[in-house]
């Protein structure tokens, strides 16, 4: 049977000056998983980054990071740039089968993420020129409106995304790409939004400087992260939040503080919501905080640092899951219904094991694509050309967000249901069994 490299480390040991993002810190940074991954020629499907998953911890303040290399750094900035082409139709609507918390989307996950957000705005008065940074097709800005503000501005490195965003916003709400700011906009706005941006950022801090000169010196930072400390208890398929690569920060509480407010930890207020799709943290904090002679890391209470263990023990038992996985695929034919991230994370490292393997997804927009020279058909359309399927072969279904929409339809398509595999069920029986439930 073969098996793709899983490591699972208990030490810092041959961890050589490595930067935490969130508060720099280059002594206490602990390696804890690490994954291979599909390489750059394996696939014409837009991903993240290729070959090596490395995720790490800092023991300093908190923070979970996955560490990348300059050239994985490069292919990630080219996936931004034509990340939204693959959600939504050319009339600038999510694509119907599509569910989930999309960039700038106006889907009801998004509206609910954005009406928990608002709670940070109910004292801005609605002159206030508010910059959205990193827009997507501009949803929150269209909430915005919507609530009374009138000085609205947007910019996304997506030019797809743009596009959206100025045909589905207000005529008075400003959106551009990134390089639209310039020095005419030092100290121009009163609060800038970065709502599900900082995780997608490899340099954070970075970041934060730079987009402070564009503040005023009494404004504020409105940012939304998905909150870490809570990826466990948060879906019946954790490792799931580990699959989005380009989820590049894992934010816990002490380390977005300690990202934020430098020595005036009580300055900065949070609100978090672990009930959503991905559970988040939220935060204001004043501009002052961000400039570049006083920006300097805190000095925790180590009792407020997130317990690694559990995590360790999650990528444990993903390790044992991969063995089931590969395990039942061994010699079969087998038919992988989801092209999604989990695919590659995961499911991607099984198909060399399979005696033949069929690929499929909902996506229209994935038909022109291959992976390992295996064409990506819409699922009807496979089963109408090979209707032998539905009887002989297993159908894993590899889109977890999307679960239980794959699982009827492939009943109504004939599929036998002891011939589906659902991975959320067979994690929670494998971890079950592990806990002695």
């Known amino acids: 049977m073969l098996k793709p490299c899983l490591n699972v480390f208990e030490s810092n040991e041959g961890v050589n000056k490595v930067k935490c993002p969130a508060c720099i810190d280059d002594q206490m940074q602990q390696k804890i998983f690490e994954w291979d991954l599909p390489s750059k020629s394996d696939t014409d499907i837009p991903v993240p980054y290729h070959n090596k998953y490395q995720l790490f911890y800092c023991a300093h303040c908190g923070h979970l990071y996955n560490r990348i290399n300059e050239i994985q750094e490069r292919a990630l900035a080219e996936y931004y740039s034509i990340h939204s082409q693959r959600y939504y139709d050319a009339s600038g609507c999510l694509l119907p089968y599509l569910c989930g918390d999309y960039p700038g989307s106006r889907h009801d996950t998004s509206t609910k993420r954005y009406d928990f957000l608002f709670n940070f705005f109910t004292k801005i008065p609605h002159h206030t020129r508010i910059l959205d940074f990193g827009c997507g097709q501009g949803g929150f800005l269209s909430c915005l409106y919507q609530k009374g503000f009138r000085y609205l501005y947007g910019v996304d490195v997506d030019e797809y995304a743009i596009q959206l965003a100025k045909k589905n916003s207000p005529a008075s709400v400003t959106v551009n790409l990134v390089d639209w700011l310039s020095s005419e906009h030092q100290g121009y706005f009163d609060v800038i939004v970065l709502d599900q941006v900082l995780e997608h950022i490899v340099h954070p801090r970075d970041l934060l400087v730079w987009l402070s000169s564009f503040l005023k010196e009494d404004g504020v930072f409105i940012i939304s992260v998905p909150y870490a400390e809570k990826y466990l208890d948060s879906s019946v398929f954790p490792i799931q939040h580990f699959c989005l690569l380009e989820h590049v920060q894992h934010f816990t509480s002490s380390s977005l503080m300690n990202l934020l407010t430098s020595e005036n930890y009580e300055e900065a207020t949070t609100q978090a919501q672990p009930k959503f799709l991905i559970p988040i943290i939220a935060t204001c904090s004043p501009n002052r905080f961000f400039k570049k002679e006083s920006f300097q890391p805190k000095r925790l209470n180590y009792s407020l640092l997130l317990d690694i263990t559990p995590y360790k023990r999650l990528f444990s038992e993903f390790g ?118």
């Open 320 to 437: 044992r899951f991969v063995d089931v996985v590969l395990d039942v695929v061994s010699q079969s034919t087998v038919l992988y219904w989801g092209m999604s991230r989990e695919f590659y994370f995961i499911f991607s490292r099984t198909l060399d094991n399979c005696s033949a393997y069929f690929l499929a997804d909902n996506n229209t927009k994935l038909s022109t694509k291959s992976f390992k020279g295996t064409k990506i058909y819409p699922p009807r359309t496979l089963i109408t050309n090979n209707p032998e399927l539905v009887k002989e072969a297993l159908l894993v279904i590899s889109a977890i967000g999307y679960e239980d929409e794959i699982y009827r339809e492939a009943l109504e398509l004939g599929f036998p249901p002891e011939r589906i595999i659902r991975p959320s069920l067979l994690w929670q029986e494998l971890t079950s069994c592990a806990s002695g439930i």
